[in-house]
């Protein structure tokens, strides 16, 4: 006889001599209100990755540099936004401008390298040139417009939208969309002043395709419950296991949040045995205090005592993304402070960094596992007086994220855009 006490999984129920069994599959809706769990196929259904990329990525700021790596005349750098390619240049007039990084004459790329210094820049394909404030400034072999008096005057590059806040350039491609001030809101003032009242250097930099989900890495970088998983956090971080804490999540509009204290919840650095961490405290820090702020879509600022580490995913599809990494800190020539912001960076979110590496573990295996199928339902629902580990801002995150996608994170597919399995 079936024994139905050894599948806990399966329930049993007998009724008139007869057994009525429900197989957990899986797909069941869980028990729960409906912003307390998502749908698993936002991270790997392809129609709405595209559909992220018109609503989302096309309509919001979103960081692509800090000012410093475009500082002089003539510094350029190009990256990708929505799956557009973008050109930043600062002109001789100082002003930072963006354009399609797209050649009026035939749309190949003006620029193919990923960053330097130039005085104009030409399109390897039919050589036409184009000077830093994107007017076009010469075309080969003019003489083969006259006849349709084509002038180079009316062909500049295509112009961006580029805004510079605390030193961080932003790029929006929507002209409806608001200002930058006006997007990310108040959440950056915690991080104003240790971002602007000293001089910052990108000291680190690197990028790698982690096999995952963007919204994937940026709940990993929202949410704390996960800190349980790293060896560092759990004998640093004493609000990770702690049932209150004075560290507490902050949710604002349009999907943003962060986590700080008053300087009274600090990392205790010393039971890692990495006690001299915390020279060149950075303005507005108290010594081995952790400030995060998460701006939506993409973004992650993380400001420890004297290092900032600064997240920007660029996705490729649902289930690859590039991610790149910035550590700064104060520019200075103090050799030892130079050698102490290396270290603080590297401990934790360098290449070899212990917590960098076990979070793409993390999000690369959850991706795979997601990807099968199985479960269609994650859980969202941990509500602990917003201490680090409730959910509150993961919640508040996917409310934005279903405001501007047209259908809710826990039913993706409500309105009239199906995928062919539903």
Same mark, same amino acid.
């Not at 399966?10 to 912003?35: C, F, H, N, Y």
């Not at 790997?44 to 989302?56: C, K, M």
């Not at 020279?279 to 993409?298: A, H, Q, S, W, Y």
């Given at each position: 006889?079936?024994?139905?006490?050894?599948?806990?999984?399966?329930?049993?129920?007998?009724?008139?001599?007869?057994?009525?069994?429900?197989?957990?599959?899986?797909?069941?809706?869980?028990?729960?209100?409906?912003?307390?769990?998502?749908?698993?196929?936002?991270?790997?259904?392809?129609?709405?990755?595209?559909?992220?990329?018109?609503?989302?990525?096309?309509?919001?700021?979103?960081?692509?540099?800090?000012?410093?790596?475009?500082?002089?005349?003539?510094?350029?750098?190009?990256?990708?936004?929505?799956?557009?390619?973008?050109?930043?240049?600062?002109?001789?007039?100082?002003?930072?401008?963006?354009?399609?990084?797209?050649?009026?004459?035939?749309?190949?790329?003006?620029?193919?390298?990923?960053?330097?210094?130039?005085?104009?820049?030409?399109?390897?394909?039919?050589?036409?040139?184009?000077?830093?404030?994107?007017?076009?400034?010469?075309?080969?072999?003019?003489?083969?417009?006259?006849?349709?008096?084509?002038?180079?005057?009316?062909?500049?590059?295509?112009? =961006? %939208?580029? !805004?510079?806040?605390?030193? &961080?350039?932003?790029?929006?491609?929507?002209? $409806?969309?608001? *200002? #930058?001030?006006?997007?990310?809101?108040?959440?950056?003032?915690?991080?104003?002043?240790?971002?602007?009242?000293?001089?910052?250097?990108?000291?680190?930099?690197?990028?790698?395709?982690?096999?995952?989900?963007?919204?994937?890495?940026?709940?990993?970088?929202?949410?704390?419950?996960?800190?349980?998983?790293?060896?560092?956090?759990?004998?640093?971080?004493?609000?990770?296991?702690?049932?209150?804490?004075?560290?507490?999540?902050?949710?604002?509009?349009?999907?943003?949040?962060?986590?700080?204290?008053?300087?009274?919840?600090?990392?205790?650095?010393?039971?890692?045995?990495?006690?001299?961490?915390?020279?060149?405290?950075?303005?507005?820090?108290?010594?081995?205090?952790?400030?995060?702020?998460?701006?939506?879509?993409?973004?992650?600022?993380?400001?420890?005592?004297?290092? =900032? %580490?600064? !997240?920007?995913?660029?996705? &490729?599809?649902?289930?690859?993304?590039?991610? $790149?990494?910035? *550590? #700064?800190?104060?520019?200075?020539?103090?050799?030892?402070?130079?050698?102490?912001?290396?270290?603080?960076?590297?401990?934790?979110?360098?290449?070899?960094?212990?917590?960098?590496?076990?979070?793409?573990?993390?999000?690369?295996?959850?991706?795979?596992?997601?990807?099968?199928?199985?479960?269609?339902?994650?859980?969202?629902?941990?509500?602990?007086?917003?201490?680090?580990?409730?959910?509150?801002?993961?919640?508040?995150?996917?409310?934005?994220?279903?405001?501007?996608?047209?259908?809710?994170?826990?039913?993706?597919?409500?309105?009239?855009?199906?995928?062919?399995?539903?």
């Amino acid at each position: 006889m079936f024994d139905e006490s050894q599948y806990p999984y399966i329930q049993a129920k007998s009724s008139g001599g007869l057994w009525a069994m429900s197989v957990i599959t899986g797909t069941e809706r869980p028990d729960l209100p409906d912003t307390h769990y998502i749908d698993n196929r936002i991270f790997t259904d392809e129609s709405i990755f595209a559909r992220e990329q018109e609503t989302i990525f096309a309509t919001a700021w979103l960081f692509v540099t800090h000012e410093t790596e475009v500082a002089n005349p003539g510094d350029f750098r190009v990256c990708s936004v929505a799956g557009k390619p973008i050109l930043l240049v600062r002109g001789e007039d100082g002003v930072l401008r963006g354009f399609y990084n797209v050649c009026r004459h035939r749309g190949a790329p003006v620029v193919r390298d990923s960053a330097g210094n130039t005085g104009g820049f030409q399109c390897f394909y039919h050589l036409w040139t184009y000077g830093l404030d994107g007017r076009c400034t010469g075309i080969a072999k003019p003489e083969g417009y006259s006849r349709v008096k084509l002038d180079k005057d009316d062909y500049p590059l295509i112009p =961006v %939208r580029v !805004d510079v806040l605390a030193g &961080l350039v932003f790029v929006c491609l929507s002209d $409806e969309t608001e *200002g #930058l001030e006006d997007f990310i809101g108040d959440i950056i003032e915690p991080v104003r002043a240790p971002l602007s009242d000293s001089p910052l250097r990108v000291f680190h930099y690197h990028k790698a395709t982690v096999a995952t989900n963007w919204k994937l890495w940026q709940d990993n970088n929202s949410e704390r419950y996960h800190s349980l998983m790293h060896f560092i956090n759990r004998k640093t971080m004493p609000w990770v296991i702690g049932k209150s804490s004075a560290m507490k999540l902050n949710i604002f509009n349009k999907g943003h949040s962060g986590y700080w204290s008053d300087g009274s919840a600090t990392v205790d650095y010393g039971a890692g045995d990495y006690a001299t961490v915390s020279i060149g405290t950075l303005p507005g820090m108290k010594k081995n205090e952790m400030r995060v702020i998460n701006l939506f879509p993409d973004v992650m600022i993380n400001i420890r005592s004297n290092v =900032v %580490r600064i !997240d920007r995913m660029v996705p &490729l599809t649902p289930g690859r993304t590039i991610v $790149e990494w910035r *550590g #700064l800190g104060q520019t200075t020539n103090d050799a030892d402070l130079v050698a102490e912001q290396l270290r603080h960076h590297n401990m934790y979110w360098g290449p070899a960094g212990r917590n960098l590496g076990e979070d793409t573990i993390a999000v690369e295996e959850q991706w795979a596992a997601l990807n099968s199928g199985i479960m269609r339902y994650s859980i969202i629902a941990r509500e602990e007086e917003l201490n680090p580990t409730d959910d509150a801002n993961v919640r508040a995150y996917y409310q934005e994220w279903g405001k501007r996608m047209g259908s809710p994170a826990n039913a993706p597919f409500s309105d009239s855009k199906k995928t062919a399995a539903e």
